[in-house]
């Protein structure tokens, strides 16, 4: 095959070898071969474009190298400190985090004790016996102090310095240039510059691998170097990425003569010089690599970079100056992002630590910055961009509610909005597809909730439901261990709240006795695996509740539950779920279900039921005919793939029993949560997974669960109503005694009364009904008995009342 027809129909799982590239250097067709890079962007990134929010801190500017181009290193000046102290440091550091900034980029130059005596009296003074023992010190420093998360350009290393600066970093980064030694001769650019030998960089770079260090690397264009050096130089970097993995990102940085040095007159390489380069590389390496190009370079070619491949702008400062470049100050975030967006693509934030390395931070990081980067990303890996988390009272983002709210905004992409088109006819979506609409963001996050929500009005109108039930937690106790769990009392359970409790059958009447007073038609019943209980425990708790209330629905038992009934009675499921029903049960609720994926469950929840058995307890619960619900549990360890399975499963088995009435998406609520407090996980979904999870579960349960409801005790009032505007059209239960979600840490309250349901649904344009628990319209008289019940209690505890009782739906 020709050069021609290779780039023209380039294959997604090809990579050029060093012949093609080769040919390339005489490839004359410079819009064929940006064309095919930006196809192959596309297919691994999507339509986004990164940065870093930094700050920029310059510790040293001298250097015992003497690069030509450079005028970042300088000599010793009278009155100046070879080095900034660690009080200046830590300053800039916390300049930057009042900006926004999540990175502090150190820049310095190679080695310079080597050469001056006044680094080297500097160091003594300091306590430090080399400057990257002090760098380790400034960046130690500035964690502590700010949190800011350290990404040092240390220069050549030994395997002992990269040990040093893993602990205290997230990333390291080392250009390395050109691989071409004829650089280094004389009247070469790096004649007289013993660090930029491309063999030791190139030995640095490995030593980093070995150690699993997430690593930047690239290549500096136009310092004189030919094309094919260009080439060898990427396919160097590209061999240390193959056998360790630890490269995050290419730089392809184009050269900028400046006054002063020896190459001032030194022609730059022009645009399409630099726009072949980055369409090359993203050739030469995996469609999933992140290829930059400094945007304050180049700053009047930012949309033909984006045509020609790249993913990622860099680093960009609110607050410091490119020190390297100072001449070329950097763009304006909002200017960045209108460049992004008129080149098609969103701008999206990231932490100096790539997406992929982060979410394997168990293997990239060390255990001191884990839990910092854990912190501050969403289940992909990117920035997380504000403090919303679920369970907290605060205010939700303004980002995501100007996303929300763009109802004429641009249509999505193709691939989007055939996947939208797709999923409203019905159609069942693939793994990759759903992981592709959770990465949503901008106009592609408006157009999978507008797609949503055109779906709920098709299905449902406008109407929203809801029930008065009563959560009866019976028991505390509980021989599982599940780590995300602050709700139970077993051995994991001394620093979290609570005492342990174990209900008499007597108090589980009265409680349902007084829900019935109360106007509730359901009691929601679950509790922790009591060592002692057995699955006549379970029957005798489904009579004791007929006998008190006859007339209650019983809603009770995860199939975790259900499943270790009938294991203690020596029973199949299947019988011990008709036993249950002949006892009084009505229906199951679908918890315990967390993720279904048992990637993810051998970590969560080990001694639970597997994926299997979960979706076995509940095929046997809609074939003995039980109804039930379906949940996930999400915003943790998990990816967006894992997302993505649990849709399908549950989409299966609803497709094979029609069982489900509804899909509840539970986000993970932190504070307590024994895997947070060990430093494992995430502080649950950002507020736009949490949206997006409902339109998601809308749009890929399309049109086999109809109903997706909201949990207010997660998500507040306000999160709930924002939700009726992406696809969901039910708010779950009243409760009246929420403790789970309370237990974890959440602060939305423990009930929720009919007329502030129905002042959240009416304020939402929408029109309210209060519901049984399989969807059926609430009596009259039961409805009616909820509002005065709650309008009683209201006038005695000073609450408002809001709405008043309206007529019957």
Not at 121 to 134: K, M
């Amino acid at each position: 095959m020709s050069i021609g027809s290779l780039v023209r129909n380039f294959p997604l799982n090809h990579r050029l070898t060093r012949d093609e590239a080769a040919e390339l250097i005489h490839f004359g067709n410079i819009e064929t071969l940006l064309d095919a890079a930006a196809k192959r962007r596309d297919a691994a990134h999507g339509r986004r474009v990164s940065f870093s929010r930094k700050v920029f801190i310059p510790l040293t500017q001298l250097c015992r190298d003497v690069c030509h181009y450079c005028t970042f290193a300088h000599a010793p000046r009278a009155g100046e400190s070879p080095y900034l102290p660690i009080d200046k440091v830590v300053a800039i550091a916390q300049a930057g985090n009042k900006a926004g900034c999540k990175e502090a980029l150190f820049t310095l130059g190679d080695k310079p004790e080597l050469r001056y005596r006044a680094a080297r009296e500097q160091l003594d003074r300091l306590g430090h016996p080399t400057t990257l023992s002090y760098v380790a010190a400034a960046a130690s420093a500035v964690f502590r102090e700010t949190g800011l998360l350290a990404h040092i350009n240390p220069g050549l290393m030994t395997g002992e310095d990269i040990d040093a600066l893993r602990k205290v970093s997230v990333s390291l980064g080392i250009m390395l240039e050109s691989a071409s030694g004829r650089l280094g001769k004389k009247g070469g650019p790096h004649f007289g510059s013993p660090d930029k030998i491309p063999a030791a960089r190139l030995e640095t770079m490995r030593l980093a691998g070995e150690r699993s260090v997430p690593f930047t690397s690239g290549i500096l264009i136009g310092i004189g170097e030919t094309p094919q050096e260009r080439i060898d130089s990427l396919f160097a970097l590209r061999d240390l990425h193959e056998a360790y993995g630890h490269i995050q990102e290419i730089i392809i940085q184009n050269f900028r003569p400046k006054p002063g040095t020896r190459m001032e007159n030194v022609a730059p390489p022009d645009v399409d010089d630099h726009l072949w380069t980055i369409a090359v590389a993203r050739l030469i390496f995996e469609p999933s690599m992140n290829i930059q190009a400094p945007p304050n370079l180049s700053p009047g070619a930012l949309g033909r970079m984006v045509a020609a491949g790249i993913n990622d702008w860099g680093g960009v400062s609110p607050v410091t100056p490119d020190h390297v470049n100072p001449e070329a100050p950097w763009p304006h975030l909002r200017v960045l992002e209108a460049a992004t967006k008129a080149a098609g693509m969103e701008l999206t934030e990231r932490l100096a630590i790539y997406p992929a390395f982060a979410r394997d931070a168990g293997r990239w990081l060390d255990r001191g910055v884990r839990k910092a980067v854990l912190d501050r990303i969403d289940a992909e890996g990117m920035a997380r961009v504000d403090d919303w988390c679920p369970g907290h009272a605060g205010g939700l983002p303004s980002r995501e509610l100007d996303w929300l709210e763009k109802a004429g905004s641009p249509a999505p992409s193709k691939s989007l909005g055939r996947m939208l088109a797709r999923a409203q006819r019905g159609d069942a979506l693939d793994e990759p597809e759903i992981v592709d609409l959770f990465r949503a963001r901008g106009d592609d996050f408006a157009a999978v909730c507008r797609a949503a929500d055109e779906l709920r009005r098709e299905t449902n109108g406008d109407v929203v439901s809801y029930v008065v039930t009563r959560n009866i937690n019976y028991t505390n106790i509980c021989s599982f261990k599940c780590q995300f769990c602050a709700f139970s009392k077993g051995r994991m359970s001394e620093n979290l709240r609570g005492r342990p409790y174990d209900l008499e059958l007597q108090e589980v009447a009265e409680r349902v006795t007084q829900a019935w007073q109360r106007g509730a038609s359901e009691v929601c019943m679950q509790g922790g695996i009591h060592p002692s209980y057995t699955g006549q425990k379970y029957l005798d708790i489904c009579r004791t509740v007929k006998d008190a209330v006859p007339q209650i629905h019983m809603h009770a038992f995860s199939p975790l539950e259900i499943f270790h009934g009938a294991q203690t009675l020596d029973m199949p499921v299947i019988e011990f779920l008709r036993e249950l029903k002949a006892a009084g049960l009505g229906t199951l609720p679908g918890t315990a279900a967390e993720i279904l994926d048992d990637e993810v469950r051998e970590v969560l929840c080990a001694d639970k039921i597997r994926t299997r058995q979960w979706l076995d307890v509940m095929r046997a619960a809609h074939a003995a005919g039980f109804r039930s619900t379906a949940t996930i549990m999400f915003g943790h360890i998990e990816g967006y793939q894992h997302w993505a399975r649990h849709l399908q499963r549950i989409r299966a088995l609803q497709s094979e029993t029609g069982g489900f009435t509804e899909f509840v998406p539970l986000p993970f609520v932190h504070m307590e949560a024994p895997v947070y407090l060990k430093g494992r996980a995430r502080p649950g979904p950002t507020f736009r997974e949490a949206i997006l999870m409902h339109a998601v579960a809308r749009l890929v349960l399309n049109p086999l669960i109809p109903n997706i409801q909201a949990s207010w005790v997660k998500l507040g009032a306000e999160g709930v109503r924002r939700c009726l505007s992406a696809g969901v059209n039910d708010l779950g239960g009243t409760l009246m005694d929420e403790s789970i979600s309370r237990s974890a840490g959440a602060s939305h309250g423990q009930e929720m009364t009919p007329q502030e349901m129905e002042t959240i649904i009416f304020s939402a344009g929408r029109i309210p009904r209060q519901r049984t628990t399989i969807y059926g319209d609430a009596a009259d008289a039961m409805r009616r008995r909820s509002f005065e019940s709650a309008a009683a209690r209201m006038a005695v505890s000073g609450r408002a009342e809001g709405v008043t009782l309206a007529a019957g739906p």
